[in-house]
């Protein structure tokens, strides 16, 4: 096992002062992904320099704002559509805003906490019944 | 007898396909499956082809394109579902944005089994589509003719 | 001042296996700004966690993309290895390495024959493909499967090589190499080639960086960005050398593919050289609490694999950010001011992989 990831939690207001920096320091941005909470939306921000992973990390309730790294990172609007499209977050100032067609897709904000069925923890079986795939195709033996 | 026989064209699009199944159609066409054999090419204007091999299942946004493909396909066409998921949904038919098999939008002719389609499968099932589309011409013709 | 014209690029387009759309605002014959449009193959599979637990996970892994397919389920098996602190065999890793440079072979010579074919050299995109079936028939019996491999699992893989069998696929290799020397020489020097590709869709050291390119796109304007070098799986062990050009343009991209192609060849010798004897598994119990980012270099570059827990036998989050997805925007940066003729061999050189893309 190695050391654990570097994630370091961050208020939401620090976040642009914080990523500028990272930026002058000469980090890439290697992605932004969302999480959803039972309560809320957990937003995580990933640099790296020469294999140093950093992650910044904030949560963000229902329906808050969120500002754009766009300005400083430019191809963060195509994460940060993507998390307003799956998620429903709302974030302000996005270079080049899709207002919600990135994606279309069959359910409005898949990922939004409405939506999502997160299992409880821990040892609990799932209440959604257990379909087994019948024998998936193309994969030989067990 | 049978012109279709010589020269069938395939027109291959991907709906919602993990690039499985598009692979081996594309591999299925060059030397060492060689379905150019028969005549059959691969084309991508869909007002050349005869044939739609649609791979992978249909998605909200892909129905509308391969709706649109298919409408514009000069008659008569023959649909070829190639793989798992273009037939049922696989292991993706429980996911949100998965209509299922292409059968939920088009009149599908041919099935296609295999995760992905095997080449020799794929050969099988175009050759397959080949007949089902001299069949479909002759009743055109016919009635035509009347 | 000319008159602009949106062209609408895709999702059908005979150059492009998949479906990716772009409106090419254009100039004349110039294209001043391409807006992507993206979800054509959006499924939602992320969420196919609530359906599936962990250890089923895996097959769904396997199918995020046809070509990278190995490399998918040894990212997400990695990051839940990590969090439940398993120790997988040093032979399970070495075999793992082995099937991941050998998709590296296929992926990047179904790219060169694909490219190939874009800018209508079609009998060197049928020589590429008939090259490529050789690795196939490897994985076919040594796997079972021609693409989808389904051979790698949580706590090692599923299948053993034995040793007579390595050295036949190390043989095997090294007489493909002599043909490949062949076909990578008509992409190297070739004047057709060169004619299509130097010079065209030129992207700079500092906005690849800027722009977080990842792969052969970043390794091709001078970044050496190669996740390998974090030496996972059995990477540790070997002699990974990422194959950098500096010129940036198409022509580079296309070169440093043809070099990993013989470097993962060469990668393929070395592990099968040193592989240790052992067990190929190890058993998993319990379920995974925690969180993990892996990182894999897959033969596009860079993928993230982003996964979960809470102890319970379903995830609570898996994410994937694939490298097409990271490449999109240096995509959009070079197609502005491209000529409309090469915008195809621009699209393709980048190797869009876009099942992966929208999951």
């Known amino acids: 096992m190695s050391k654990p990831q570097e994630i370091v939690p961050v208020e939401k207001s620090d976040l642009v002062g914080i990523v500028a920096e990272l930026f002058a320091e000469g980090y890439r941005l290697v992605q932004i992904g969302c999480t959803t909470l039972p309560e809320a939306y957990e937003l995580t921000y990933s640099f790296d320099r020469e294999y140093r992973f950093r992650n910044l990390r904030f949560a963000v309730t229902k329906g808050e704002e969120v500002p754009s790294i766009s300005v400083i990172y430019p191809n963060a609007f195509l994460y940060e559509n993507e998390i307003h499209d799956l998620f429903g977050v709302v974030i302000t100032h996005i270079a080049v805003d899709y207002r919600g067609t990135l994606y279309r897709t069959a359910v409005g904000t898949p990922f939004s906490i409405d939506n999502v069925k997160l299992t409880e923890a821990p040892k609990q079986k799932a209440a959604v019944p257990e379909e087994k795939p019948s024998a998936v195709p193309g994969e030989q033996t067990g | 007898m049978g012109w279709f026989r010589r020269s069938p064209w395939v027109l291959h699009y991907n709906a919602t396909s993990c690039n499985g199944c598009d692979i081996e159609l594309i591999a299925s066409l060059t030397p060492l499956y060689d379905l150019e054999r028969f005549g059959i090419m691969n084309t991508g204007n869909p007002k050349h082809a005869d044939i739609l091999a649609v791979t992978g299942s249909v998605n909200e946004k892909s129905r509308q394109v391969v709706q649109t493909l298919y409408d514009q396909m000069p008659n008569p066409k023959v649909v070829v579902a190639v793989g798992i998921c273009a037939t049922s949904g696989c292991v993706f038919q429980d996911c949100y944005n998965v209509l299922g098999g292409v059968d939920k939008v088009l009149p599908v002719d041919v099935y296609i089994p295999g995760c992905a389609a095997r080449p020799e499968a794929i050969i099988d099932g175009v050759l397959k589509a080949c007949d089902i589309l001299e069949e479909k011409y002759a009743q055109w013709k016919k009635m035509r003719r009347q | ?359």
């Not at chain 3, 990590?82 to 998709?103: D, N, Q």
């Not at chain 3, 024959?113 to 490529?132: I, N, T």
């Not at chain 3, 076909?183 to 906005?207: A, Q, T």
């Not at chain 3, 490449?327 to 050189?349: C, Q």
């Open chain 3, 1 to 359: 001042m000319a008159h602009r014209n949106i062209i609408p690029f895709g999702p059908q387009h005979p150059v492009l296996p998949e479906p990716i759309h772009f409106d090419l605002v254009t100039e004349d014959e110039r294209i001043i700004d391409a807006i992507p449009s993206i979800s054509y193959v959006h499924r939602g599979l992320e969420r196919l966690i609530e359906k599936r637990d962990f250890l089923d996970f895996v097959h769904v892994a396997d199918r995020i993309c046809g070509l990278c397919s190995f490399m998918h389920s040894l990212g997400y098996c990695q990051a839940v290895e990590e969090i439940m602190g398993i120790e997988v065999p040093e032979r399970a890793l070495y075999l793992r390495s082995i099937w991941a440079e050998l998709s590296r072979v296929h992926s990047h010579l179904f790219w060169l024959g694909v490219a190939a074919d874009a800018f209508g050299f079609e009998s060197l995109f049928m020589q590429a493909l008939r090259l490529r079936e050789p690795v196939l028939d490897i994985f076919e019996e040594t796997t079972g499967a021609r693409v989808i491999l389904g051979v790698c699992k949580i706590g090692g893989v599923r299948r053993d090589i034995d040793d007579d069998s390595l050295k036949g696929i190390v043989i095997r290799l090294a007489n493909l190499k002599a043909a490949l020397e062949e076909l990578g020489n008509v992409f190297i020097n070739d004047y057709s080639v060169r004619h299509r590709l130097s010079g065209v869709g030129f992207i700079s050291r500092d906005d690849a960086y800027a722009l977080g390119c990842v792969g052969p796109m970043a390794r091709a304007s001078g970044l050496e960005i190669d996740m390998r070098k974090l030496g996972y799986a059995a990477y540790k062990y070997l002699d990974v050398e990422p194959a950098v050009e500096t010129a940036g343009d198409c022509y580079a991209r296309c070169l440093v593919r043809v070099r990993e192609i013989f470097h993962s060849i060469d990668l393929v010798r070395q592990a099968a050289g040193k592989i240790p004897p052992g067990p190929i598994d190890v058993k998993v119990t319990g379920a995974p609490d925690g969180e993990y980012y892996s990182r894999v270099e897959q033969p596009r570059g860079e993928v993230i694999h982003y996964v979960k827990g809470n102890g319970a036998k379903f995830l609570q989050r898996f994410r994937v950010r694939v490298p097409t997805f990271s490449n999109i925007p240096a995509m959009i940066k070079v197609l502005k001011g491209a000529e409309v003729a090469d915008v195809p061999n621009i699209i393709l050189t980048l190797d869009p992989c876009i099942s992966c893309t929208e999951r």
